[in-house]
């Protein structure tokens, strides 16, 4: 993630993080009185599949990379999502993780709209065992802009698949406002290539926006690999995974039909991030569904 695109999204958080929860948000998606039978508890995430979008500990890697990278493997993490190198070399990360037996599928990068810039981005991630790169935060004024980004999303997309690799495309809650009579995250949905380009979902932002994720799932089935896990307190606010009103049981119980395959813990604020990082771990790996 470069500055102007980490500047950017701190921006929009502080902002979003202070508004109410989403009107008429139901009790379907949230963790209380859930109408009609309750699926059937039992499954598990696979661990190997629990991963942290490092975002959730950027003032650690700061300050240690190594540091932090080892009390996460401690935990139990098998996958880290990363949110810049913080000055390491693609190769010497790669060593570490190794050495820690840690894998990165995906990591939040800018998608430059120069070839070469972004044939140096592919290598990089090629370098680091990723299958994706993920355009973290994107805006728009008018439907123009995303119908212009659904474009450069499928030509990155080309140029990935060449390398093996693919794009996704990660979700705040602004992209299921109408413009027009139209939500942005739809136009992304129907013009992407399904063969080229991935998505994030948020769960914590869909929700916000007061968007049910099972019924993203209905409308667009296995275009959900990769996820993003938050907690949510009562007022809206962020909260460690395992905390406040979200039922991820319930979401995780389609998670087939999602085609979700990784589950990234986040944490967008930073109160006690190995704290978060610890209790999230711990919860996920108790959840059943």
Known sequence: MDRSTEHSRRGFLRTATGTAIAAGASAAWMGTAVAGTPPARGRHLPPSKIGI??????????????????????????????????????????????????????SHDSIPSNRDQLEQLLEQARTLGQRWIVLPYFAADDLA?????????????????????????????????????????????????????????????????????????????????????????????????????LDYGRIFAEKERAGMHHYFVERDDLPHPRETAEDSYRHLRQLTF
């Open 145 to 245: 802009g995303y119908h212009q980004l659904a474009e450069r999303l499928n030509w990155a997309g080309e140029a990935a698949r060449k390398h093996g690799l693919r794009v996704g495309y990660h979700n705040h809650a602004h992209e299921f406002d109408s413009l027009g009579g139209t939500r942005p995250y739809d136009v992304l949905l129907r013009e992407t290539d399904p063969h080229l380009v991935d998505f994030e979902l948020d769960v914590y932002w869909a929700i916000k926006a007061g968007v049910d994720p099972v019924e993203l799932f209905d409308h667009a089935p296995g275009r959900f690999p990769l996820s993003h896990i938050k907690g949510m307190a009562a007022d809206g606010s962020f909260a460690d995974v395992g905390e406040g009103v």
């Open 53 to 106: 979008q490092l975002y959730t500990m950027r003032n650690l890697m700061s300050e240690s990379v190594e540091d932090t990278l080892t009390f996460l493997s401690r935990v139990g993490y098998a996958e880290v999502e990363f949110a810049g190198l913080h000055g390491y070399s693609p190769e010497r990360m790669r060593d570490l993780l190794q050495h820690l037996k840690l894998r990165a599928p995906s």
